[in-house]
């Protein structure tokens, strides 16, 4: 009998029911909740007259609403008033059926992808769902983390399991070493620049390789996060020590015995050596150079050094198509070099790029220098506030400041512009989010994704850069 | 409760493009609405409408974008939106299929969608029907003529019938399936099997005791 894929085990772990028809009922042990995905949910429990099965299993916090201006002035004081009574949904809900919450304002409260491993709510080994597509983020612990819409939050919260068919198993081996000055960011670009937006639609994708391995837990959970960018529900990386030394001693992991016996059992979590998988990719991780997104879409992205495609030159019509009108969106020529995009904003943020390792790269690269002066608006939005915290000890919003960088409160904030922080029609954007579709940003905005330190320099420049040369 | 979808006959309204992302479905500012209906009128809302759309406006005195297919008087009260490649792509949010339904469509056809799109349509009734690019190609050509088309979408046979003979099977799985002709509510059906579920929970507490700790 071959191996199983870490996949395999998590999925078989958790297994409760299997049914004739192919469906099976999988147990969730962490549910993540937030004030979008979750108010139509919790209305449809009370409708039912049902409870929460297990409360202990959820967390919940405001994120994608809230203003990153002035939160200590409280939930009353958000100027909009749809904002503000989403948040106050959450509020109630989560008081009147007694789910633990971080509300706005608590050093603990973030951006769920940002807190859930910050707490240690998030563990190897752990089926995590959240109302959220970039739930795939956790899976950087050795976790089966992926995104429900709200009918499967109410479910979860009412019965702790997913109605659930296992998905294919992939492998992206990423290999290495990285080449100096690249990031976990400009990994996943080149992936997805790689297989393409559907490139792991109906997979959960393992992802491995020196390549990933040399990266920090940070690094690994921006990489997994973008794995629904690639079409995969699921990104996995195994566990190792990098994964246990980051784990232990936050407030949810475990301790004393449990700790003990915790650590025994994630040693099983990886991919055994015979496992087979339904699809196996090898990305050359060694000529990975700092990626920017020039289209509508995250898979269309290249190098720093590299040009903004020809449709002239696609042959297949519907593919030349959506490159004229991404062009066309964007504002951009075709064979233009991506180093003469002008910025007019540049946004350091995201459950992709929002943890203290990113705001440390990013620091370091503006540390003594000015944002550009044709740049409208330059911002730092730390995940958590306890990031915020963090980075505040180790002087990088001065840096910041004093390079000309807003210093926020933790949000989603401009990856989604839900609050007061968008782009304006055509604007273009130096952004460590993690979509670049049409009007993500703010309606007609224009986005490119890069990495945090790619941002940095661009704000720096007002023009994309090889950051590499400043480092 | 999901609602029911046993069979849809109705016009076509062709949307040609790939990666239609659920942003441009429906845009982040409806997203703060904590109801599950209101966002037929803002659904594709950056393509339907020439001014930006915010909550709480009067959209029916919106400029409407003519260019725009859904727009098509051809297509007025189109039941079946037929779409390229990886439809349904980006976020989680169930409010994509609540604006499609809302605005009146019953099925969407494409040659793939993403998969939290694509399961989120079923818990609401809203069939995603799977047809190969070849059998979509055909679609687009017969939709695109001055004579708008008209499909027949029949989950008991799984078949989707058109002009000139066209025929297509699609597959689904037999839970979902079933789950869509009686429009059942997936909770109950869960909770039947809660037995299972408390006895998973005893076991798993003797395996991994931390992840059960309240």
């Not at chain 1, 304006?424 to 986005?447: D, I, K, L, Y």
């Not at chain 2, 046979?157 to 597959?171: D, I, K, L, N």
Request: glycine share 10%; with cysteine; hydrophobic share 40%.
């Amino acid at each position: 009998m071959a191996g199983r894929t870490l996949y395999d085990k998590l999925w078989d772990s958790h297994l409760v029911t299997q049914r004739d028809d192919g469906s099976a009922l999988i147990y969730i042990d962490r549910h993540l909740l937030h004030e979008v995905t979750s108010p139509q949910a919790f209305e449809g429990l009370s409708l039912a007259g049902r409870t929460p099965w297990r409360l202990s299993a959820n967390l919940a916090t405001v994120d994608h609403n809230v203003p990153t201006e002035n939160q200590a002035a409280g939930v009353s004081a958000i100027e909009d008033p749809t904002s503000r009574l989403q948040i106050e949904t959450l509020d109630e809900n989560c008081d009147a059926f007694q789910i633990t919450q971080f509300k706005m304002g608590d050093l603990r409260a973030g951006i769920v992808h940002v807190i859930g491993p910050e707490q240690g709510a998030t563990l190897p080994g752990m089926t995590v769902v959240c109302g959220d597509s970039h739930t795939a983020t956790h899976g950087a612990f050795g976790a089966l983390a992926h995104g429900i819409g709200t009918s499967e939050v109410e479910h979860v919260l009412a019965t702790q399991c997913l109605v659930a068919k296992k998905m294919k198993n992939m492998r992206i081996t990423v290999t290495g070493p990285l080449g100096f000055g690249v990031t976990a960011k400009d990994v996943i670009l080149a992936v997805i620049g790689q297989i393409g937006t559907a490139g792991g639609t109906g997979c959960a994708i393992e992802f491995a390789g020196e390549g990933i391995e040399s990266l920090s837990m940070e690094g690994r959970m921006t990489v997994c996060n973008m794995a629904i960018e690639a079409g995969a529900r699921v990104g996995l990386v195994a566990v190792d020590q990098k994964t246990i030394d980051y784990v232990k001693g936050r407030p949810y992991a475990p301790s004393g015995q449990d700790w003990d016996l915790a650590v025994a059992a994630w040693a099983d979590l990886q991919s055994d050596a015979d496992a087979v998988f339904d699809h196996e990719v090898t990305v050359d991780g060694t000529v990975i150079e700092p990626q920017v997104s020039w289209g509508t879409n995250p898979e269309m992205v290249t190098g720093v050094s590299g040009h903004v495609p020809d449709p002239q030159m696609i042959d297949d019509p519907i593919h030349r198509g959506a490159i004229e009108r991404a062009l066309k969106y964007m504002g951009l020529k075709a064979n233009q070099s991506i180093d003469s995009i002008r910025l007019d904003r540049v946004f350091i943020g995201s459950c992709t790029n929002s943890r203290i390792e990113d705001l440390r790269e990013a620091a370091k690269v503006v540390d003594g220098k000015r944002v550009a002066d044709s740049v409208i608006q330059a911002m730092v939005v730390p995940g958590s506030g306890l990031v915020k915290e963090q980075a505040e000890s180790e002087g990088l919003d001065v840096i910041f400041r004093e390079a000309g960088f807003e210093w926020r409160d933790p949000g989603c904030s401009m990856c989604l512009a839900m609050n007061a922080d968008r782009l304006g029609p055509g604007e273009h954007c130096a952004s460590t989010s993690n979509r670049n579709f049409e009007g993500r940003q703010g309606a007609g905005g224009r986005t490119h994704l890069v990495s945090p330190a790619m941002a940095a320099a661009a704000a720096v420049a007002g023009h994309f850069v090889d950051v590499r040369e400043w480092l | 409760m999901m609602q029911q979808f046993v069979q849809e006959t109705g016009l076509v309204v062709p949307l040609d493009r790939s990666n239609i992302d659920t942003d441009q479905i429906i845009p982040k500012q409806y997203l703060k609405s904590i109801q599950r209906t209101g966002f037929g009128i803002n659904l594709f809302d950056d393509w339907r409408y020439l001014d930006p759309g915010e909550p709480g406006m009067d959209h029916s005195t919106r400029r409407i974008n003519p260019d725009f297919v859904l727009n098509d008087a051809r297509y007025a009260g189109a039941t079946i939106l037929l779409a390229r490649d990886n439809f349904g792509c980006g976020s989680s949010r169930e409010h994509a299929p609540w604006a499609i339904l809302e605005y009146g469509l019953k099925a969407v056809i494409a040659p793939s969608f993403a998969d939290i799109f694509f399961n989120n349509s079923f818990k609401n009734g809203l069939l995603p029907v799977v047809l190969t690019e070849a059998e979509v190609d055909t679609l687009f050509d017969l939709a695109g003529t001055e004579t708008p088309m008209t499909l027949t979408v029949d989950l008991q046979s799984q078949q989707v019938t058109g002009p000139e003979g066209f025929s297509a099977s699609f597959a689904i799985d037999p839970f979902r399936k079933t789950c869509l002709l009686e429009g059942l509510d997936e909770i109950g059906l869960s909770l039947k099997d809660a037995d299972a579920i408390r006895a998973y929970e005893a076991r798993r507490r003797g395996e991994a005791p931390w992840l059960l700790r309240d």
